[in-house]
């Protein structure tokens, strides 16, 4: 048996992973990631599947965790590029809020007929070949999160998804540590667990840890609240319409995501409001400030966000004013933060006050801190052990917890994405190297050349120069004077 991680082994995002026995490959996510600062003109980074392609014929299906963006965002761009000859793609297994979110996404992408999406449930089983994945319910910062057991001709892989112990969930019940531990006591050969937050001490606080300081900001702030968080985070967004209605505030929705998002989650009673939040943003003028809460995208400052363009007093219905409280319910991904910074700082020039970090508590995390990594090789007493889903630091440090654990060192592989860990009857080792890299998707083109991101860096640091010059078909010769235009390279008076 292989384990092949395309993303997420080294960096925040693009999560992927692959199982592959000489008859069989299923792979557990597709998530996307943002771009980093000198990704010029990339609006998203995905995983590259090439290595899968050429195995088209073992591929079972795509087993989702949860439904957040570095974890089936990557789904409209990969599962075209999975089609297979016959024209069908891949059929892709997930919980019942996961599917509704990959609906929305699809149904965005015009793929929604032609997808095979396959629901199931925590506690389901489902055969794949000489594999066999059980979906067991966690938790973590959205609803039917799970962690998935693979058992495989060799011993079972578990996979724990990302997770905290939340034992007060906002929306669901808590995780199933029973059943993490029975899959235990029946023997894991190898443990991929959440590496997000290795480098933190203690436990993570509960999602409701943030209830009271939702319900005080609703009861005191003077004007308008605007809250920015994922469009994805369904139980946020709950929260945010408790508070709003245990202060007699009306909640409206901006974002085209948070939209088509609420509008699934309410149908799907995801989300309960006693006022429909979906209603025209003019009738927001029509109320008293103090009486409107405003759910916006632009948590992560992405450019074209709802709360940017307000930051930019570029929004066709909504201005920023002073008394306005601007919330940030979301924590920085890496990579964000000067984005985050950018329009925390417009914001503030508009006169909003701006609640924003750990300080303000308007976010707690959605990732196990040491203790609950502890627990969770504790209940599943894995033989081998990979740290998965973190910047390579994390999974250092969740490295050496697992050797505190007791897990032998030499049964612990600190792995990168395209790292290759083979695992037989007579053990596990490092076997090489495959392509896992960067496939970068700029508006509608899917795999933009390295080659293109060098010559945009070099325009931004170098600019460019134009020269026009009319040349006469019949002599060759130029015709008058040639025009010379010089873009980012010298002063406009000085190129003349």
């Known amino acids: 048996m292989r384990v092949i991680p395309f993303g997420g082994l080294g960096e925040i995002g693009k999560n992927m992973l692959a199982l592959e026995t000489n008859e069989d490959l299923i792979l557990i996510d597709s998530g996307l990631m943002f771009p980093e600062a000198d990704m010029l003109g990339v609006d998203l980074v995905i995983p590259d599947v090439t290595y899968v392609k050429e195995r088209l014929k073992k591929l079972r299906g795509i087993l989702i965790t949860h439904g957040h963006e570095d974890h089936v965002g990557a789904l409209p761009y990969v599962l075209p590029a999975l089609r297979a000859p016959d024209g069908q793609l891949p059929p892709v297994y997930c919980t019942p809020l996961t599917h509704g979110l990959i609906t929305v996404k699809l149904e965005e992408h015009k793929l929604l007929k032609k997808a095979n999406l396959k629901m199931v449930e925590p506690g389901d089983t489902v055969k794949f070949g000489n594999m066999s994945a059980e979906w067991i319910h966690t938790t973590h910062s959205i609803p039917d999160s799970t962690s998935i057991a693979i058992k495989t001709p060799l011993g079972t892989v578990f996979h724990t998804g990302d997770f905290k112990f939340d034992h007060t969930p906002v929306m669901g019940g808590p995780p199933d540590l029973m059943r993490i531990a029975q899959i235990g006591q029946e023997g894991v050969l190898l443990l991929l667990s959440d590496s997000t937050y290795a480098d933190t001490e203690g436990y993570t606080p509960s999602e409701r840890h ?230 970068y998707v700029d508006g509608l083109a899917v795999g933009v050349d390295n080659v293109v991101l060098r010559d945009r860096q070099r325009l931004s640091d170098d600019g460019v120069i134009i020269a026009i010059v009319s040349i006469d078909r019949h002599t060759g010769k130029p015709i008058g004077r040639p025009d010379v235009v010089s873009k980012g390279f010298i002063e406009a008076d000085m190129s003349e």
């Open 210 to 439: 943030i209830a009271d300081t939702l319900d005080r900001i609703m009861a005191t702030a003077d004007g308008r609240v605007i809250v920015a968080t994922f469009a994805s985070l369904i139980s946020r967004v709950q929260q945010v319409i408790d508070a709003a209605e245990n202060n007699g505030r009306r909640v409206f929705v901006t974002g085209r995501s948070m939209m088509n998002n609420m509008r699934m989650a309410l149908d799907q009673d995801y989300i309960r409001a006693a006022d429909d939040p979906l209603q025209p943003l003019d009738r927001m003028r029509k109320l008293n400030p103090r009486e409107v809460v405003l759910l916006t995208t632009g948590a992560q400052g992405e450019p074209t966000s709802a709360l940017v363009r307000m930051a930019n007093r570029d929004h066709r219905h909504i201005d920023i004013v002073p008394g306005d409280t601007v919330v940030f319910s979301s924590s920085a991904i890496p990579g964000n933060e000067q984005l985050i910074n950018r329009t925390i700082n417009n914001l503030h020039r508009l006169g909003a006050h701006v609640l924003f970090g750990r300080e303000a508590n308007v976010h707690v995390r959605g990732h196990a801190a040491q203790e609950e990594l502890k627990l969770m090789i504790s209940l599943v007493q894995p033989e081998y052990f990979v740290p998965v889903h973190g910047e390579y630091r994390h999974m250092v440090m969740h490295s050496h917890l697992a050797r505190s654990m007791g897990i032998p060192p030499d049964n612990v592989f600190t792995m990168e994405d395209g790292d290759v860990l083979e695992i037989d009857r007579h053990g596990a080792r490092p076997a090489g190297q495959i392509p896992a890299d960067y496939v």
